[in-house]
C-alpha cells in the first residue's frame, strides 16, 4: 500500500510510467493518421470520409473526459488508468480487423471510449504522488509525453505501415499496449489515504462547485481553442505534406517529428514558466503564446516551401505547447487533490470537443473548396478564439474550494 511518506525515487519511478503510458497512447492514437491514405485507397474513401474516421475517435475520447475524471477522483488512478489502457488496446488490435468505413468509425469510436480516462486519471496519479508545491511542474513534465509521443510516432508507426501493412501495425501495437496494462498493474501499488483534502468525499456538490468556477470554463475555452490548432494539424498534416508539398510518407515521417520536438521542450518547461515569472498573471502568458500560434499558423500557409511550412509548425507548436502546460498546470495549483482528476477532465473535454469538430470541419472544407485555404483560415481563427478568452482570465482572485 502507499504511505504517506513516499522514497523519491518511487513517485519518480511513476511519473515515468505515465509518461511512457501517454506515449503509448499517442503511438495507438496516431497510427490512423499515417495509415489514412492506404485506408482511403483500400476504401476508395473521399477526404470527408476521412475526416469522419478522424473524428470519430475524439467523439468517443470527449465522451469519456469528466466521467473518467470523477471516476480517478472516486477511486484513485490505478485502477482507471489500467482499464482505459487495456480497453484501448483492445480497439488498436480491432482497427486491423476492420472490414469497411462504417466499421473503422464505429471501432474508433470505442476506442476513444476506451482512451478517454487516461488523461484525467494520470493527471490525479501525479496528485496522488507528489505534494500541492510539485504538482504544476510534474504536471507539465507529464503533458510534455503529448509531443515526444508525436515525435515518436512518425519515426515509429510509417516504417512500420511500409514493412508490414497498416493492418499488422495495429496488431502489433495493440499488443505492446496489454502488455504495459499488466506491467503497470504490478509495478504502481495502491492507494492507501488521501491527502491534501482527498478525506472530503467527492460527490455531486463538490462537482457542482467546480462546475460554477468561471476559470474552469475560461479554460475549456482557451484549450478549445487551440486544441481546434492541435487535432487539425496532427490529424491532417501527413496528408496535406503527401498531397499538396508532394512528399512521400518515408519523408513525411522523418519531417513531422521536428516541430513535437518543440512543443516537447516548451510543455516539459510550460509549469515551471508559469509559477516562476506568471504566477497571478498567467493570462499574459496565455494571450500572448494563442496569438504567437494563429501568427505561425498563418505562415504555414503562406510558405514558399517545405522548409517554411516545418519552421513555421516548429514555433507554432512551441508557443501553443505554452497554453497546454498552463491550462493544464493550473488546475493542480488551485485545486484539491479530490477534484484534480475532475478538473483535468474538464479542460480536456474542451480539447477532446476540438478533435472531435477540427478534423472533420477541415475534412467537409478540402472536399468542398479542393484545396486548403479555409482549412488554415479555420485554424487560425481558433487560436485568435483562444486569445479573445485569455484576455478575461482572472488568477489572481481564484482559491482553492
Not at 252 to 274: E, F, K, Q
Amino acid at each position: 500500500m502507499i504511505s504517506a511518506v513516499q522514497t523519491r525515487f518511487y513517485k519518480y519511478a511513476v511519473l515515468a510510467l505515465l509518461y511512457l503510458g501517454w506515449c503509448i497512447s499517442y503511438i495507438d492514437r496516431a497510427a490512423i493518421t499515417f495509415a489514412a491514405t492506404h485506408i482511403a485507397s483500400e476504401f476508395h474513401l473521399e477526404p470527408s470520409d476521412l475526416g469522419l474516421l478522424l473524428s470519430s475517435f475524439f467523439l468517443g475520447y470527449s465522451l469519456l473526459q469528466l466521467p473518467g475524471g470523477w471516476l480517478a477522483d472516486r477511486f484513485g488512478s490505478r485502477p482507471v488508468i489500467v482499464i482505459s489502457i487495456l480497453m484501448w488496446s483492445l480497439f488498436t488490435g480491432l482497427t486491423g480487423m476492420a472490414w469497411s468505413i462504417t466499421s473503422l468509425v464505429v471501432i474508433r469510436f470505442f476506442f476513444g471510449i476506451g482512451e478517454g480516462s487516461f488523461p484525467a486519471a494520470s493527471i490525479k496519479g501525479v496528485a496522488e504522488h507528489f505534494d500541492k508545491g510539485e504538482r504544476p511542474k510534474m504536471s507539465s513534465v507529464l503533458m510534455s509525453s503529448n509531443y515526444i509521443r508525436s515525435m515518436l510516432a512518425p519515426v515509429i508507426i510509417a516504417p512500420l505501415i511500409l514493412h508490414f501493412g497498416w493492418r499488422n501495425v495495429f496488431h502489433y501495437i495493440g499488443i505492446v499496449g496489454i502488455i504495459f496494462a499488466i506491467a503497470y498493474w504490478l509495478c504502481v501499488r495502491p492507494l492507501s489515504e488521501r491527502t491534501d483534502g482527498g478525506k472530503r468525499p467527492v460527490n455531486s456538490k463538490t462537482i457542482n462547485e467546480l462546475m460554477r468556477l468561471p476559470l474552469m470554463w475560461q479554460l475549456v475555452a482557451v484549450w478549445f481553442g487551440l486544441s481546434v490548432v492541435n487535432k487539425g494539424l496532427d490529424s491532417w498534416m501527413p496528408t496535406y505534406l503527401m498531397t499538396v508539398r508532394g512528399l512521400d510518407l518515408k519523408a513525411v515521417g522523418l519531417l513531422l517529428p521536428l516541430p513535437y520536438v518543440m512543443a516537447g521542450i516548451s510543455t516539459a518547461i510550460g509549469g515551471w514558466l508559469m509559477m516562476r515569472f506568471f504566477n497571478g498573471r498567467e493570462r499574459v502568458m496565455l494571450v500572448v503564446s494563442s496569438a504567437l500560434t494563429a501568427l505561425f499558423v498563418y505562415f504555414m500557409y503562406v510558405a514558399s516551401d517545405v522548409t517554411g511550412v516545418i519552421i513555421f509548425q516548429c514555433l507554432a507548436y512551441f508557443f501553443k505547447s505554452f497554453v497546454l502546460a498552463a491550462c493544464f498546470a493550473l488546475p493542480t495549483k488551485i485545486l484539491d487533490t479530490r477534484l484534480i482528476g475532475s478538473s483535468v477532465g474538464m479542460v480536456n473535454l474542451g480539447g477532446q470537443a476540438a478533435g472531435f469538430i477540427s478534423p472533420l470541419v477541415i475534412g467537409i472544407l478540402v472536399s468542398a473548396f479542393s484545396n486548403y485555404n479555409y482549412a488554415f483560415a479555420f485554424l487560425v481563427s481558433a487560436a485568435i478564439f483562444s486569445v479573445v478568452v485569455s484576455f478575461f482570465i482572472r488568477t489572481e482572485k481564484s482559491q482553492p474550494i
